[in-house]
């Protein structure tokens, strides 16, 4: 069997959060992407001037964060990021007892049934490299 890939004409330059360039066809680009991300005490890297940069550059993405089980102000801050984006930002906030595996499956789950997207994925750990 004999499987044939499609490069796209078109390529659409954006920065990922460490500022990379990332290629992407243009019909990636007009679909609606839902991103979550998980959040465990990273109050000060939520507040990472970089981050902030990514956030407001990235809104033809939904982004779901997951709060699960902080114990520092990671809640707080996440109300505050959402603030003025309510329309590309989503939080969910779940018990202390949540793993990360099952906050990203309610992360999932809960843009998924609530957002009109087309492709939900999300972001392991993506403050690990941010010196906080």
């Not at 991103?35 to 005490?41: A, G, K, Q, T």
């Not at 801050?77 to 969910?92: A, H, M, Q």
């Not at 992360?107 to 492709?119: A, K, P, S, T, V």
């Amino acid at each position: 069997m004999k499987i044939l890939v499609q490069k796209p004409k078109l390529k659409i330059e954006e920065l990922n959060l460490y500022g990379h360039k990332n290629y992407q066809s243009q019909s990636l680009k007009r679909n609606k992407k839902g991103l979550v991300i998980p959040c465990f005490n990273v109050e000060y890297e939520l507040l990472n001037n970089d981050f902030q940069i990514f956030l407001n550059t990235n809104n033809n993405y939904h982004f779901c964060f997951v709060n699960y089980g902080s114990n520092d102000n990671t809640f707080a801050v996440l109300k505050e990021l959402r603030r003025g984006r309510e329309n590309y930002i989503t939080i969910v906030n779940c018990d202390e007892k949540t793993s990360k595996e099952d906050a990203i499956t309610i992360g999932m789950f809960y843009i998924h049934e609530r957002q009109n997207l087309d492709y939900v994925t999300f972001i392991n750990n993506p403050f690990k490299n941010y010196s906080c």
